[in-house]
């Protein structure tokens, strides 16, 4: 199946789910109607009853007209539930037909920002707007987010880290229902995603006060002694001892009363809970039992026999006895009988404590389902997309290798091979012919492989690497940096990684190397740090604009030269994005020059791009 039949088969569904929801609302307006119709028929018969002095049959009609409408209203709610379900549901495919189509302004932007100084976040545009987190982003935790962009990363893993998200990712991949519903669960509670840290915050809050178990213990003497003492005094049996005791309870009551404080903790805990509740209710179900690679993600979740949504259970029904404080007249009657408070906050102690110690598994086991959940959607959105392959030699070999984030229709497909530690590839080309493109969709595609998700590529065969990339460089006002230090800076870090023999290999991506010098100094640099490249652990491409450097292929047994070109056609530049080995033999800046109406005076020719 390409991406263009399952834009298409999207496009089916949501015209499908579009038909549903219209059919819904005419039913939805069909039932006001006759809720109305209810009402007003009742309302006329049952007066109309009892101004006739026929109460018997008004109480009937009055009894049938009200059970009636119950009946009708709460048809009349499932069905606005089922729509409002369907309306979600209709998002969340629309969404997934944006990100097939690359439709940024209809794609959620997860929240968050940079991070800053990493080796190559920045340069491969793995996050931030219109970026590959962007794009794939289908969590709904912080803890989520923060998984999948530690997977992007924090590279390489180590085999058995990869293999297992490999295998959850690909055993999801044609799990579509299930991945779309997990993410409908959460939305049908809210729009916010679950905070685990805003969570694990309110866990913290203490509960109760010290020696809250005594003082329970004390009240519920005293009202045992108190309601057998009242029952003595109510038969005759004995004098009024009860006001005693009775007394003594209401004094330790009004001493320990938490007030409104209690209740607004509660309902807060209420609420961080039931989204996540919910949602580990639904992992639970679709991972007890079974021997897959989901089974075993989720196997921790489990707490000898229970799970986390009795856990969940648990805390609501303390939730709903605390809240009897909303309601102030039940709220002192219950409590003038029996310790309800107390008992309460007691058990809501417990449960809480119970809950913030298994917090931690909890969120772990649902950001690693999350994370691999976000990168099988992005798998089964592109089904062309393959599946990269392991290999034990130091290499990157690829076939029709293309940026995920450019359009079908607009990417252009490339080869590469590198192989052996100390093998670079100098890319030399024309202005806007596709160099820098070239570097990121291997870095992309590299961090894609090593997360554990397709590549854009028809075939990929890759080893283990440490990514580091200097394509994007910005200088810093802040830090006092210039754009030509920074960079040197960045290049120092890429030589430093190099030297760590201890480590895997670097992947290194380096975009018109020391260009914010003159061409003397480039070249002088450039010849020194290329040379210091072929000799670490690392390997990989430098793209420039001196043609001068391609005589390193002479000096250098493992640098490989190869090009991107341009051909002029009618007095305007075209470019085909194709790599092609050897030196580039154009040059273009001073035709760029001269097409923007900028004089150029022939001279002498120069050997710089």
């Not at 940026?403 to 100390?422: F, Q, S």
Request: hydrophobic letters at 45%.
């Amino acid at each position: 199946m390409t991406a263009f039949s399952r834009a298409a088969q999207l496009q089916r569904l949501l015209g499908q789910i579009d038909r549903l929801i219209a059919r819904g609302a005419r039913a939805s307006s069909a039932y006001t109607k006759w809720r109305l119709a209810i009402f007003l028929t009742g309302l006329v018969c049952t007066v109309t009853l009892y101004k006739t002095a026929w109460y018997q049959t008004g109480n009937l009609a009055l009894g049938g007209f009200v059970a009636l409408f119950v009946l009708v209203a709460s048809n009349h709610s499932r069905l606005e539930q089922r729509i409002h379900r369907l309306r979600l549901w209709h998002t969340l495919k629309s969404v997934h037909l944006a990100r097939i189509r690359l439709d940024w302004s209809a794609v959620p932007l997860p929240p968050g920002s940079r991070p800053e100084s990493h080796a190559y976040a920045n340069d491969l545009d793995l996050t931030g707007p219109h970026s590959l987190l962007h794009l794939i982003d289908t969590t709904v935790s912080d803890h989520g987010r923060d998984r999948l962009t530690s997977w992007l990363l924090t590279q390489p893993p180590s085999e058995a880290q990869w293999e297992a998200r490999r295998r959850l990712v690909q055993e999801l991949t044609p799990r579509s229902l299930f991945r779309d519903r997990l993410l409908l669960a959460s939305r049908l509670t809210g729009e916010q995603e679950i905070n685990g840290r805003r969570l694990a915050a309110v866990l913290a809050h203490p509960v109760g006060f010290p020696r809250l178990s005594l003082i329970l213990a004390i009240q519920a003497t005293l009202a045992v002694m108190t309601l057998f003492l009242g029952v003595g005094a109510l038969l005759g049996w004995l004098p009024g001892y009860w006001m005693f005791t009775f007394g003594a309870y209401a004094v330790i009551y009004l001493m320990t009363d938490q007030g409104e404080e209690l209740l607004e903790h509660a309902v807060g805990l209420h609420g961080e809970m039931e989204r996540l509740g919910v949602v580990l209710g639904y992992l639970e179900r679709h991972a007890r039992g079974r021997r897959s690679a989901l089974g075993d993600a989720c196997a921790p979740l489990m707490h000898g026999r229970r799970g986390p949504s009795a856990s969940v259970k648990r805390a609501a029904r303390a939730l709903h006895g605390v809240s009897v404080k909303a309601h102030p007249l039940i709220h002192l009657a219950v409590n003038a009988f029996c310790p309800w408070d107390l008992w309460f906050t007691r058990q809501l102690r417990g449960i809480q404590e119970d809950i913030a110690r298994q917090l931690p598994v909890w969120l772990d086991r649902l950001a690693e389902v999350e994370a691999a959940s976000a990168l099988a959607t992005f798998a089964f959105l592109h089904p062309t997309y393959v599946w990269p392959s392991r290999t034990a030699d130091t290499a990157v070999r690829a076939s029709s290798l293309a940026h995920p984030l450019i359009p079908a229709g607009h990417r252009v497909a490339n080869d590469l091979e590198l192989a052996g530690l100390g093998s670079i590839h100098l890319i030399t080309g024309s202005n806007m012919s596709g160099k820098s493109t070239f570097l990121r969709t291997i870095g992309i595609n590299l961090c894609l492989a090593q997360a554990g998700a397709p590549v854009c590529a028809e075939r990929l065969d890759w080893s283990p690497v440490r990514l580091a990339c200097c394509i994007r460089v910005d200088d810093s006002l802040d830090a006092g940096l210039s754009f030509f230090y920074a960079e040197v800076k960045r290049l120092k870090t890429i030589l430093d990684a190099i030297r760590d023999d201890t480590a895997p290999p670097v992947l290194f991506l380096i975009d018109e190397i020391f260009k914010g010098t003159n061409n003397r100094e480039r070249l002088i640099g450039s010849r020194a740090y290329i040379t210091a490249l072929s000799t670490g652990n690392g390997f990989g491409l430098v793209s420039t604009h001196d043609l001068e450097l391609t005589d390193l292929e002479k000096d250098i047994a493992s640098l490989i030269n190869a090009h991107f070109q341009e051909t002029v056609t009618g007095g305007a530049l075209s470019f085909d994005y194709i790599l092609r080995p050897g030196p580039c033999p154009t040059t273009n800046a001073l035709k760029i020059m001269e097409m923007e109406g900028l004089p150029v005076h022939q001279e002498e020719p120069d050997r710089r791009l």
